[in-house]
C-alpha cells in the first residue's frame, strides 16, 4: 500500500469516524482514526502527536 499525504485525501467517514488508519507523524507509525464532531476535524490516537500527522494508510485486510 502507499502512504496517502493528509492534504491530498483523508480517510472516508462513517457518520464522525473514520476506520482505524496506519498514520505517520514523521517520527512514527502508529494506528489513528479522523473524526468529526461539531464542525471539528481532528486526529485522535494515544499512540503519536496528531498534530503533525502527514500521512496515511488503510490497514490492511486481516488474514482468512
Same mark, same amino acid.
Given at each position: 500500500?502507499?502512504? =496517502? @499525504?493528509?492534504? !491530498?485525501?483523508? %480517510?472516508?467517514? $462513517? =457518520? &464522525?469516524?473514520?476506520?482505524?488508519?496506519?498514520?505517520? @507523524?514523521? !517520527?512514527?507509525?502508529?494506528?489513528?482514526?479522523?473524526?468529526?464532531? $461539531? $464542525? &471539528? *476535524?481532528?486526529?485522535q /490516537? $494515544?499512540?503519536?502527536?496528531? /498534530? /503533525? =500527522?502527514? *500521512?496515511?494508510? %488503510?490497514? %490492511? !485486510?486481516? %488474514?482468512?
Amino acid at each position: 500500500m502507499n502512504w =496517502i @499525504d493528509v492534504k !491530498k485525501k483523508l %480517510p472516508s467517514f $462513517n =457518520i &464522525e469516524l473514520s476506520d482505524w488508519v496506519l498514520a505517520w @507523524d514523521g !517520527k512514527r507509525v502508529g494506528l489513528a482514526f479522523y473524526s468529526r464532531c $461539531n $464542525n &471539528e *476535524h481532528t486526529w485522535q /490516537s $494515544n499512540m503519536m502527536n496528531c /498534530s /503533525s =500527522i502527514t *500521512h496515511w494508510q %488503510p490497514l %490492511p !485486510k486481516a %488474514p482468512k
